[in-house]
């Protein structure tokens, strides 16, 4: 595949290999050579709404204070695409992950997002507030880059316009605010054998409210283990009873990206 010159003096020798698993605009491919470590690569076309920039920026910010994550090993852009390139964390994601039976899946998610959720806000310069994310989900929607066909069941047949009227008369509350990841679901977070080894695919990280993550990882859990290990999920989190309210507003939000 044709690649930018700036990246061949990383890659040169490698075998690629397109990685299927993910919903991400990007294009992902896992790069191997013999007695090297794996690398991952991922491009996305250039436009006005890519997070290859964002996510390399998180990456290195999220690298600083001492959560496992991949490091960045070049990012860099050509006249049609974005490039980021990546170590490989050791291990599986937690949906696929073979070791750890899913209860265990569970509870390591729960104590990744623990670890995340405590970091110190003011030291983390992406505003991801509900105001500043609902203004992003309405470019995105005028954009025509919101996917109605791909809503979750319970909205399926509804517009775009519609979600978003309903988004924008819910009442917002004061922010119990975070760093979240984003994008908070099993696949995200790699565990190597019994020991969490970081959290993927960061590039809509920000400090926002926290149900911004506990009603993703919840609606996750749901879809790859059913509804019996939310309970274990929020015990291990530290929640004693779920805002229903607040599940139900980031869970439609999700939509929107």
């Known amino acids: 595949m044709a690649h930018p010159v700036a990246l061949d003096s990383f890659i040169t020798g490698y075998s690629w290999g397109r990685d299927p698993v993910g919903r991400s ?35 290195r910010w999220l690298s600083g204070q001492g959560m496992p994550c991949p490091d960045i090993i070049a ?20 949906a696929s992950d073979l070791v750890l039976d899913a209860e265990a899946r569970v509870v390591m ?15 983390c310069p992406f505003d991801h507030r509900w105001s500043k994310r609902l203004a992003v989900a309405e470019r995105r929607m005028r954009a025509g880059l919101v996917d109605e066909g791909d809503f979750d069941e319970a909205r399926l047949g509804r517009s775009a316009a519609d979600l978003y009227s309903e988004l924008c008369r819910m009442q917002v509350d004061v922010e119990d605010l975070v760093v979240t990841h984003g994008d908070a679901c099993l696949p995200n977070f790699v565990a190597s054998g019994d020991a969490f080894a970081g959290c993927i695919d960061c590039g809509r990280l920000g400090v926002a409210d926290r ?19 939310v309970e274990p999920f929020c015990w291990h989190y530290g929640i004693v009873s779920l805002d229903a309210g607040k599940m139900l507003r980031y869970q439609m939000f999700d939509e929107f990206f």
């Open 109 to 123: 998610l729960a104590s990744a997002l623990r670890a995340l959720h405590s970091l110190d806000i003011a030291s």
């Open 75 to 94: 990012f860099t852009a050509d006249d049609d695409y974005d490039w980021l390139l990546m170590s490989a964390l050791p291990g599986r994601d937690l």
């Open 25 to 59: 605009p990007s294009e992902v491919f896992r790069l191997e050579r013999a007695g090297t470590p794996a690398l991952y690569l991922k491009r996305e076309a250039r436009s006005g709404y890519g997070e290859l920039a964002d996510e390399a920026a998180r990456l």
């Open 211 to 229: 149900y911004q993550d506990i009603a993703l990882a919840c609606r996750s859990i749901v879809a790859n283990f059913g509804e019996t290990l």
